[in-house]
Structures are given as structure tokens and as C-alpha cells.
């Protein structure tokens, strides 16, 4: 098996196993570079190699494996046989075997899925222990005799302080998040995940792993990672690239739908009626609404003869490209064909050759008379006529919307062009929902779409617009929905989100947040008014504490110097209108914590975690929106170690100490 003096002489042969990959991933790009054959093939190989080089060479430093494995009698295929598992794949030297097996491999899967009742061949499961890039202790399990216990360096990973961005968990993903991570691509799953449960590093690590299993084909259709807000990517943006994957694009939807900037503020009326699925049904009336029917020929001058398409034929070529569903633009295109090859029959009858000069001639002549029948379309020109408000003929919001909900979204004072309008947040789905009507939008093999719970309908289908053709990991919590839309039930979600068949997981046990947490944390689940199964913590460690002060300022300094005496990260999570005088207070007292203490709202919590955090004033937190109580049930379970609630006001009724 090897003693730790035998695993670290190994750790030093795969740095030195790394470095001649990267050695030879720089040379291979200058051979690729000279290499005969076709430009495009030549170009193609130069990209890969480069890009394979830049990736090892910015490989982030850290521990080259964290398990092994040892296979005993018991595996016909490897029997006999030990790998360490990392990170990623180092080969041996000389075309050797490899030194370290990528997390993903297939034989790696043992090492999460094997136990003392199911060993899979595994004869010894041996976890490593690091500090830094150290390699300080190891840990044995033999499966196969049966020996399977609580892991002291599972637990010491798991419970490992918070400072800086997330980290991966490929050291420590538990049989049931194995299970997602490693599901089909063609396979899209919902995962309901009570806080601390792993959800959103499931999420990643099943985007690494189908990049590993299925690179090709989504090196071609790509792989999207949709966050709540700027703040989250940041926090999960190192975790992709510690597992060997730079090629995935992530950004929030804001930032995906952001064809126009922000520059308006809708009222709350007006917001919740331009999330509403029923947009969808008055933004598809008001474009084809601009489709009219043929009422004179179209005529093309071609010399001094002119070419004619009558109006029976120009109707029957309008209604047969209705029927067949196509984006508007493509229609419009297909509408300009048939009139094209209508006069292209003439010609021949005539005893004309048509050649493609003249027949892309005859396609710009019949230009004038398309823009009538069936006109050119922008986005943001037609929700410019419908924010305005109907000038003439029927309103496509009739029917469809109530007076005062029309009235919400007419603009009050309309500008004079489209050129002087303004938009909003809101506005950014509803003009996607129009370029999705118009022409298709870029699709991606697989997207992964984490705080699901907060996407409004047409939120929904912008996301759908982008997986139709390929499949969704969708993460989120039910318990944590804040906005005036946050979904109730998955099933209602997955239908808006194109997948209906989605099959929905919970995962029940929280690896991050102390059972002491999560205990109180989940006294308010019964007001939330969700069905969500109730978060088991793993970790009988942590602390929690509620006091009672006269001023909440100067309470959340008191806490804030006591969380200084320990290691990590600091959060004070207050009420949106508190946090100016709370961060002021701590300025003033001289707390000054550096990097390690943040005070934020709780609107902006949602995601993050901290080793220590410090929760102001729960009532007014509660208070503070229609959906507060969601709002403080996500604020409460941010910290991974202790958690500290101030309050002078008497707490939510709702919220009560666990006995």
C-alpha cells in the first residue's frame, strides 16, 4: 500500500509528470503550427493545441490527487491493479501508465459510489490529507473486509473554513450527488437542494463531467452556466477551472438577454405583468398582427418588361408559410422565395435561363412590396409600439390582459421614437421573447440554471429557447424563492422550461450548514408555504446564537470583533435600508477586517456563504418584501460555522428557537 513517505515521493513524480505535459503540450503547438495539410484542418489542430497548452500551462496549483484506489479479487477488470484519482488525468513517462486517473474516468465512479456492503472491487479506499500543497496524512478504508467508518478527512474537508470563491468538491461528492453529476447529457434534471446540500457545485461538476464524456459534440453546441447575479459568478469562478475546464461560458441572464442597456425602472405592477407568460401571447399577436394580406400584384421591373405575382397566388404563398410555424424572419425570407421562383416559372414559360445574378436581382426587386405584405421587423421597434400604447386598429394586448394591466405597462409619457426610448429589466425578456419570434437564437447542448426557484415565466422561456435542442440541469431551492414569481412547485417550472419529463431529485443533507443552523432555519419552512423535505445537516459541529441588544449598530460591532477571534470569512446580512448604518458603525468603531468581513443585504445573500455570519435585525428583514420570510430563510442559512442573530425588535413569530 505504501507509507506517507512513499506517497509523497509520487506526489513529486506527478508535478514532474504535469510539467512534461506542459512541455509538451508548447512543443506540439509549434509543430502544429508547421504541420502539412488542408489551411482549415492545419487551423483547427493550431486552435487545439494552443488552447490545450494555455490550459495546462495555467493549471492552478494545488494537490496533484486526493484518493486511491486498490482493487482486489474481487474486480474481474482491475484486479490487482491501484490508481490515485485527481483532479485531472497526468500521464506516466514513455507512454507508462498514467500517475493520477481524471475524477471522471469510469473507474473512478468506485471511489464515491464504493462502500463496505457494495465494495465494486475496491480491496482499499485511501483518502489523502493536505495542507496547502503538502501532503500531510492519509487514511485507509478496507471495503472489502468489510471496514468502512466515519472519515476524519471527509469531515475536516467539508467543515475546511470559507475565505475567498467556492472551491470544487471532487474530493469529497457523497453516492446521491454522484448520481447527477454523472447523469446522461440527453438526460435533464431538476435538483431541489435545501441549503448546503451541494446543489450549485453538483451543477458545475456535471458540467465538467459532460465536457469530459462528451466533448466533442459540446465543444460544437457549448455549455452554458446561468448565475443569479455578478456576485455569485465570482463567487463559483474558480471551480470550473480547478477541475481542467475553461471553455464554459457563464453569466447571468441579464447579462445573456442584454441586447439594450437599463436605463428605466418599471413600477411592481408593471414588472409582474411583463414577466407573465401571457406576454408571450401578446408579443406573438402585436408581430404577426404587422403581417397584412395581399391586396394589388407584385410587380418587378425587369428592363422595360415587368413581372407580375397576382394576388390569389401572393395570399396562398403567405397563409402556406403561416402554417409552417417559422421564425418571423425566415418566414419573410420564405415569402420572397416563392415570389422569386413564381417569376422564375414565368421566365422559363417565356424560353428565359435564369442565372443567380438575375434571379438575386429579381429578390431585390420584390423588396418594396414585401415590406407591405409582410414587413421587416426589430425587436426593439415592436415592443416600442406596444409599450406606447394601440394608434390605430386592434390592441393585441385585448383579450389577453386586463385594463389595468395594459395600463401598467403603456408608458405614461410615450417617447417620440424608438430611438429615445428607454428599458428595462423587464424589458430585456420581453424583447428576447421577440428576437426568439424573429430569427432563432443560439442554442447550447447543455445549460445549467442555478436559484431556478426566482425565474419568472418568460424568464423560463428564454432559458427554454436556448436548451430546445439540448438538456437542462436546473438547481434551486423552493424554500428560497424571493421574487413576486419564485415557483411553488418543479413540475409547473420544468413545463415552462421546455423539459415536462425532467426527472426531480431532492437532496435532503447538508454538508456546509451546522445542524444547529439548519434546525432553526427550518422552523420557518412551514410558513413558506412550499413542500419542500426538510435539510438534514451531516455536521453535528457548529454554533448558534441569538441576542438581544437595545441597539442593533452597535450589537453587530460587538459580534463582529468576537467572529475576528476566529479563522475565516465574515458576513453581516441585513434589511436593504439597515446596511449603510450598520457598515458605518463598523467604520466608526475601527472594525476593520480587510477581505475577510463583508456587509451586505439580504437581497444580494442569495448563493454565498460565510464561515461566520451575523444576521441583523430579523424582523425587519421579514418585513421588508412580500416574500421576507423566504428572504430571511436564506439569510439565516449562509453560515457554514457559526451564526450569530442580533435583534432589539422582538423576532418573527414565525421563527422560533429549535428545542
Not at 477551472?241 to 441586447?259: F, I, K, M, S
Not at 405583468?273 to 406576454?279: E, G, P, T
Request: with cysteine; glycine share 8%.
Amino acid at each position: 500500500m505504501g507509507t506517507l513517505d512513499d506517497e509523497r515521493r509520487y506526489v513529486e513524480e506527478c508535478r514532474a509528470g504535469l510539467r512534461r505535459m506542459v512541455r509538451g503540450a508548447r512543443d506540439n503547438v509549434i509543430v502544429g503550427e508547421a504541420v502539412a495539410g488542408d489551411s482549415y484542418s492545419a487551423e483547427q489542430l493550431g486552435r487545439h493545441l494552443k488552447s490545450l497548452a494555455k490550459e495546462l500551462g495555467e493549471e492552478p496549483e494545488g494537490p496533484p490527487f486526493f484518493g486511491r484506489l486498490d482493487f482486489g479479487p474481487g474486480s474481474a477488470e482491475h484486479r490487482g491493479r491501484a490508481y490515485h484519482i485527481g483532479r485531472r488525468h497526468i500521464t506516466g513517462e514513455l507512454g507508462g501508465p498514467p500517475l493520477v486517473i481524471d475524477w471522471r474516468a469510469p473507474v473512478s465512479r468506485a471511489f464515491y459510489r464504493a462502500g463496505a456492503r457494495d465494495p465494486q472491487g475496491v480491496a482499499v479506499r485511501r483518502r489523502f490529507g493536505w495542507s496547502g500543497t503538502t501532503l500531510t496524512s492519509f487514511e485507509d478504508e478496507r471495503l472489502e473486509q468489510g471496514e468502512e467508518g466515519e472519515s476524519r478527512i471527509l469531515a475536516a474537508e467539508i467543515e475546511r473554513p470559507r475565505v475567498g470563491p467556492m472551491r470544487d468538491i471532487v474530493a469529497t461528492i457523497q453516492p446521491e450527488q454522484d448520481d447527477l453529476v454523472r447523469a446522461e447529457l440527453d438526460t435533464s434534471v431538476c435538483v431541489q437542494g435545501g441549503p448546503g446540500t451541494g446543489k450549485t457545485a453538483v451543477g458545475l461538476h456535471r458540467a465538467a463531467f459532460l465536457l469530459y464524456a462528451h466533448r466533442r459534440r459540446l465543444e460544437r453546441s457549448g455549455v452554458l452556466v446561468l448565475g443569479p447575479n455578478r456576485a455569485f459568478l465570482g463567487y463559483i469562478s474558480a471551480v470550473l477551472p480547478a477541475l481542467g475546464e475553461v471553455d464554459v461560458e457563464q453569466t447571468t441572464l441579464e447579462r445573456l438577454l442584454g441586447a439594450v442597456p437599463v436605463t428605466a425602472t418599471d413600477s411592481d405592477e408593471a414588472a409582474a405583468v411583463k414577466h407573465d407568460a401571457r406576454m408571450a401571447k401578446v408579443l406573438r399577436k402585436l408581430l404577426y398582427g404587422r403581417i397584412s394580406k395581399p391586396v394589388e400584384p407584385v410587380v418587378v421591373p425587369d428592363g422595360s418588361y415587368r413581372w407580375r405575382v397576382y394576388e390569389d397566388e401572393l395570399r396562398r404563398f403567405v397563409d402556406d408559410t403561416r402554417r409552417e410555424a417559422l421564425p418571423y424572419a425566415v418566414g419573410r425570407e420564405r415569402v420572397r422565395a416563392r415570389v422569386v421562383e413564381s417569376i422564375r416559372r414565368q421566365a422559363e414559360t417565356r424560353g428565359q435561363t435564369p442565372n443567380a445574378p438575375w434571379l438575386r436581382k429579381i429578390g431585390r426587386g420584390v423588396t418594396s412590396s414585401l415590406d407591405v405584405l409582410w414587413p421587416a421587423a426589430r425587436p426593439v421597434e415592436v415592443l416600442y409600439e406596444l409599450l406606447r400604447g394601440p394608434e390605430s386598429g386592434p390592441d393585441p394586448a385585448a383579450g389577453v390582459l386586463s385594463d389595468a394591466e395594459r395600463a401598467a405597462i403603456t408608458w405614461d409619457r410615450p417617447p417620440r421614437s424608438v430611438r429615445s426610448a428607454t428599458w428595462s429589466a423587464a424589458d430585456l425578456v420581453l424583447l428576447d421573447e421577440l428576437a426568439g419570434l424573429i430569427e432563432r437564437p443560439r442554442g447550447y447542448g447543455h445549460v445549467i440554471v442555478d436559484e431556478a426557484q426566482d425565474l419568472s415565466p418568460m424568464e423560463c422561456r428564454a432559458v427554454a429557447r436556448r436548451s430546445e435542442h439540448g438538456s437542462l440541469t436546473v438547481l434551486g431551492d423552493l424554500a428560497q424563492g424571493t421574487t413576486p414569481w419564485a415557483a411553488t412547485s418543479w413540475r409547473e417550472r420544468m413545463e415552462l422550461l421546455g423539459k415536462p419529463d425532467a426527472r426531480v431529485i431532492a437532496l435532503t443533507t447538508g454538508f456546509r450548514v451546522p445542524a444547529a443552523v439548519v434546525d432553526l432555519a427550518n422552523t420557518l419552512l412551514a410558513a413558506l408555504d412550499v413542500e419542500v423535505p426538510a435539510t438534514r445537516s451531516y455536521r453535528a459541529d457548529g454554533r448558534l446564537r441569538v441576542t438581544q441588544v437595545a441597539k442593533p449598530a452597535k450589537g453587530v460591532v460587538t459580534a463582529v470583533r468576537e467572529a475576528l477571534a476566529f479563522e475565516g470569512s465574515i458576513g453581516v446580512i441585513a434589511a436593504d435600508a439597515d446596511v449603510e448604518e450598520l457598515a458605518s458603525a463598523l467604520r466608526d468603531e475601527g472594525v476593520d477586517a480587510g477581505e475577510r468581513l463583508t456587509v451586505l443585504a439580504a437581497a444580494m445573500a442569495k448563493g454565498l456563504e460565510y464561515d461566520h455570519v451575523i444576521v441583523a435585525e430579523p424582523a425587519a428583514i421579514a418585513e421588508a418584501e412580500r416574500r421576507g420570510l423566504n428572504r430571511l430563510y436564506v439569510a439565516l442559512t449562509r453560515a457554514v460555522s457559526r451564526l450569530d442573530v442580533v435583534h432589539a425588535r422582538p423576532l418573527p413569530p414565525q421563527l422560533t428557537r429549535p428545542r
